[in-house]
């Protein structure tokens, strides 16, 4: 349970670490909090010959917020996303879904850009970037690029990513001041990856649906726009909204495989419960608070 | 392949040693540092036995590599007890609790405990048991551990208050 011999590099400029990856390209693997790549070494899963260890890397840490944008650094810690105030108030769907990700002890060692690029088909922060149309940054010897995350993810762990890319940050259109968010999760135990959950973020303007973001977790081999649901919501009074019917729209989107956590049809079933509450429960509010 | 030099602080002291790149930051602590107290279960981030402080933060050894530590100020169960050997009120608390049996989990739990209470704003029931889920302990079923939580979470009301 140790990993195989490797070269460790510690870059401390993108610049550095990209040229390390421009050399070696397949046989580096890129080091952030380590939650995901590090189990993989020790079980020899994963036999990199080198590893380009991101951290004193410190253009890529921190939070920028700006009027239009929310920008988040690659390697800017969980816990530290997760415990910035102006970040929480600017993305209360970012904060809500952060807080289900992993544990208190992983937080403090993962970062946000090693979540969103993992590609898990079941995490909160890539269903995060695909609901609200976040746009992913890399950067190579080649040039620096924007990715949509909508375009973002191809399969389970699978990304846009070229294996000598490095993603350098997340940025976020940001919202009305008081939007709503949609937000709802099903694991065995606080912490275990989701079995089936959706995030999202919804504003109101003149009491119709202005503007809507939604993307499911766990119902598909990558995070699934709920297209169909968000179309249908756009435009809306939100006192006419069909949660039941939305839902069903939502579902439709989805591919949800069986595995040994949970089959298809459990997903189905239950994703469908929980996005009618969930919807519900979230215009509900808004309306308490009208 | 490589081999890096590394200076760090533990448990108050500095320390300097060559690692390999790949040597884990908790069998460093182990072999290197002599430190056995920080407890190897899984190996692969799921058990919390091998919970250390680095920086005033809460991680898993097992998923940090030692060279990763050069610069940083590590703390583990073995550095929370005083030069005369007198409890920290977190292992103070897992005593008089009964909250460990075979002891496996116990240093892992007793690091995320003393991260929590040394945060500020000191953090509630909720968080403090919510952090637990970061542990696996197989001999106690948790009841002491928890009613540990609840009691390092109302001392930090208390100092809120």
């Known amino acids: 349970m140790k990993p195989a011999p490797f070269d460790f590099f510690a870059p401390t400029s993108v ?18 909090g380590g939650q995901t790549l590090m189990p993989l070494l020790n079980l020899r899963m994963s036999q990199p010959l080198a590893i380009v260890d991101i951290n004193r890397i410190a253009e890529l840490r921190g939070v920028r917020l700006s009027a239009d944008t929310v ?31 992993g544990h208190y002890q992983t937080r403090n060692r993962g970062t946000i850009g090693g979540s969103v690029a993992l590609g898990e088909p079941a995490a909160e922060m890539p269903a995060t970037a695909v609901a609200l149309d976040a ?31 490095i993603l350098t940050g997340i940025s976020y259109p940001t919202w009305p001041e008081r939007h709503l968010v949609l937000f709802r999760e099903v694991a065995q135990r606080p912490g275990d990856f989701a079995l089936v959950g959706f995030v999202g ?68 079933s239950v994703g469908l419960r929980i996005f009618e509450q969930g919807l519900r429960d979230t215009l509900e509010i808004r309306n308490l608070a009208a | ?42 190996e692969h981030g799921v058990c919390g036995a091998c919970t250390v402080l680095v920086d005033g933060r809460a991680v898993r050894s097992c998923l940090m590599l030692a060279v990763q530590a050069d610069g940083a100020d590590v703390i583990t169960v073995e550095g929370l007890s005083g030069p005369d050997g ?15 049996q075979c002891g496996f989990c116990t240093p892992g739990i007793i690091m995320t405990f003393s991260a929590l209470a040394a945060t500020s704003p000191a953090p509630s029931e909720d968080e403090t048991i919510a952090a637990l889920s970061g542990h696996v302990c197989r001999c106690t079923g948790y009841q002491g551990i928890r009613r540990v939580a609840r009691k390092l979470a109302a001392a930090g009301a208390e100092d809120r208050a």
């Open chain 1, 201 to 268: 973020a919804l504003a109101v303007e003149d009491g119709r649906i202005a503007r809507v973001g939604i993307a499911w977790l766990g119902m598909g081999p990558t995070p699934i726009a709920a297209r169909q649901a968000e179309q249908a919501l756009l435009g809306c009074p939100v006192g006419q909204v069909n949660a039941r019917a939305v839902a069903e729209l939502a579902i439709a989107d989805t591919s949800p495989f069986d595995d040994r956590h949970a089959s298809a049809h459990y997903r189905r």
């Open chain 2, 1 to 42: 392949m490589s081999d890096h030099s590394i200076s760090l602080t533990i448990n108050g002291r500095p320390v300097t040693a060559t690692v390999e790149g790949r040597h884990s930051l908790g069998d460093f602590l182990r072999t290197g540092a002599g430190l056995t107290g920080v407890h190897l279960g899984c």
């Open chain 1, 71 to 101: 920008r988040i650094g690659s390697t800017t810690r969980q816990r530290d996303a997760l415990n910035d105030a102006s970040l929480a108030a600017a993305l209360p769907a970012f904060n809500r879904a952060l807080s289900h990700v």
């Open chain 1, 15 to 32: 610049e550095e670490a990209c040229a390390i990856l421009a050399d070696l390209g397949n046989a580096a693997a890129v080091l952030a």
């Open chain 2, 86 to 100: 007198s409890l920290h009120p977190v292992q103070q608390a897992m005593r008089d609790e009964d909250a460990l």
């Open chain 1, 135 to 165: 746009m992913i940054e890399a950067r190579s010897v080649r040039g620096t690029r924007t990715i949509a995350a909508r375009d973002f993810y191809l399969g389970p762990y699978m990304t846009a990513l070229e294996p000598d890319e």
